[in-house]
């Protein structure tokens, strides 16, 4: 048996596998606001669980992480967890081996394995949500890097990031809740955003297809993807045609699935 979190900002979400490939119903709880908090509702979830040995848990979370994959060093969205023990604490709370990833490599894997991305050799995934974090996929496995990866940090104009421009905690700053957000000039411009950031991306990373998933690609409203193509085809000139830009396939699971596929290669 497997479990799996998904951990972002403001949601708290978990799921069992017993098969590894199949997902029993999640459970999804706001995220508690200090890091003794997000223990005991660990401790809660494992009185819960109902027998079973569990052969690995995987934990997708927002932030960078150490090389070794113990701790939180940096997050934006969650600075209650940072260089906290995470992953000895699972460990010792779930009695299990317990594998640390970032939530969009886990999503990103989970949609180029079962997503949106199957069936391509190379798959970037981008999560424009509270923050906008992002992955490479090749052959179905996370790509190699020495200090993560980080899409949303690139800078976009006048040393202002891409997550700046176009995540839900900025927008939610500049211009109030984006579920109320009805001009049509600011979608079409956090569009033409993100369309820079895709360029920047394809640029350095070459990928045979990009899904897109989070809130603000999800949402409704939403970035509009053909806003997004627009935008994008009469920019990414050294290429001769954009690769296909797409919605993700799991919507809120797909760091679920991805967390259950990359604890199944760490077992």
């Known amino acids: 048996m497997y479990l799996l979190f998904d951990i972002g900002g403001t949601r708290f979400r978990y799921a069992l596998s017993g098969d590894g490939k199949t997902l029993q119903e999640s459970v999804t709880v706001p995220t508690p606001k200090t890091y003794g908090e997000i223990v005991e509702a660990l401790e809660g979830i494992q ?17 960078s992480q150490d090389k070794e994959h113990t701790m939180v060093l940096s997050s934006k969205n969650l600075p209650q967890v940072q260089e906290r023990p995470l992953k000895k604490d699972l460990e010792r709370i779930f009695k299990a081996p317990a594998l640390l990833v970032n939530d969009a490599d886990a999503a990103g ?11 391509h050799a190379i798959v970037v995934y981008l ?3 509270t923050g906008v974090g992002g992955a490479r996929v090749v052959g179905g496995k996370l790509d190699d890097s020495a200090m993560g990866l980080e899409p949303g940090k690139q800078i976009i104009d006048q040393g202002k990031t891409l ?7 900025d927008i939610q700053k500049r211009y109030g809740d984006p579920r109320k957000i009805k001009d049509e000039k600011i979608w079409d411009e956090l569009a033409r955003f993100l369309a820079l950031g895709l360029h920047n991306t394809i640029v350095h990373w070459s990928p045979d297809i990009v899904v ?52 199944k290669q760490h077992v």
């Open 163 to 169: 997550e700046h421009f176009v995540s839900g905690g």
């Open 47 to 63: 009185k819960n669980l109902a027998g079973g040995q569990l052969r690995s848990v995987g934990f997708g979370i927002a932030g």
């Open 127 to 129: 999560t424009i949500s």
């Open 109 to 119: 894997v989970g949609e180029a394995v079962r997503g949106a991305g199957k069936g």
């Open 212 to 263: 897109l998933g989070g809130s603000m690609i999800l949402g409704d409203p939403a970035i509009s993807l053909d806003k997004v193509r627009g935008y994008l085809k009469e920019i990414l000139t050294v290429f001769p045609k954009p690769p296909p830009i797409v919605k993700a396939a799991f919507g809120d699971s797909a760091g679920l699935y991805g967390a259950l596929e990359l604890a």
